[in-house]
């Protein structure tokens, strides 16, 4: 039992400190909103997940690559959306009050999204947790439930400590809030067009 909580909190904590879309965009909502009206959104994967591991062990491991183009493609178009969005603040009010702007509903439900969209929880259910779950299913079923719960929580508590470590720089000023909201849009800009050149390649014969 033991052996396979530390394999499902090892694979988390992995994911989660590895620069991804999701990361991104929390660096973007901490320094646009704040670490508190952030935190909740550590919780995302709560939500999203559960539908993708159903779709993950029975169906996506059939997937053409097409289909993962299409994917990838539209996580790039959400990330694009996000980015616009991140910066029409950057230059609208850059030293705007956490308090006015932002809510934790839509963050919430917004880093939920990424995920939904974005290929890798597809893929690391697939190919690495997925069999890691099925494995230890068959051996007990209570060591299975293990992996799953070991994995998500070391998940949240791991995305918590992120958005308090972005919180942190916030409060070193506005000049180095109004440069962080910008490096972040920036970078979720780079991510959404990196997803979309990605998918659309495949369509394009590349």
Known sequence: ML??????????????VQPGPLQAYLFAR???IGWKRTLPAALSPFLSDPPIAVLALFVLGRLSPAMQSALRA????LLLYLAGRTLRQWRRSPLRSPSRTGKVPRTLFEAALVNVVNPNPYLGWTLVLGPVV??????????????VAAFYATMMIMLAVLILAFGTSRLLGPRLQHVLLGASGAVLAGLGVYQLVIGVRYFAGG
Do not use: E
Request: hydrophobic fraction near 65%.
């Open 134 to 147: 099925v494995t230890a299913w068959r051996q007990a079923p209570s060591a299975g439930v293990a992996v």
């Open 3 to 16: 052996k396979y909580v530390l394999i499902g909190g090892g694979l988390a904590f992995a994911a989660a």
């Open 74 to 77: 539209a996580g790039g178009v």
């Open 30 to 32: 901490v320094a646009a």
